[in-house]
């Protein structure tokens, strides 16, 4: 089993920085990519950056140049950056990570974001 447990979130201001990160835990030879998402409609979510086990990085079009993701295999942690953050980046950030065996996403319990003008 795979569990991931994000943490970082909170309230901040518009123009601001957060850090965001997440750990996992188990069986984590099984995970390949990683990523952070934003819960947007109902069970939807929209990629926010991901990163693979090569360290390959891949940013949503709205973040880019602003966010980093980062990953620390030794901790079993990716972390994501987030500067010059913007009210519309308001929303709850999950972490997953990719099981290629299984085709699936294992989840977290996802960190609020608030940004406030």
């Known amino acids: 089993q795979v569990q991931v447990v994000e943490s970082g979130g909170g309230l901040v201001q518009a123009g601001g920085s957060r850090r965001l990160s997440c750990v996992a835990s188990g069986d984590i030879s099984r995970i390949s990519n990683m990523g952070w998402y934003r819960q947007i409609v109902g069970d939807q979510r929209e990629l926010v950056a991901g990163?693979?086990?090569?360290?390959?990085?891949i940013y949503g079009n709205s973040v880019k140049g602003r966010f980093t993701i980062s990953r620390d295999k030794a901790e079993n942690t990716v972390a994501l950056q987030m500067n010059s953050l913007k009210v519309d980046d308001t929303g709850v950030y999950l972490c997953g990570a990719w099981i290629g065996s299984e085709k699936r996403y294992v989840w977290g319990q996802g960190t609020q974001v608030t940004v406030s003008e």
């Open positions: 990163i693979s086990n090569g360290d390959k990085t």
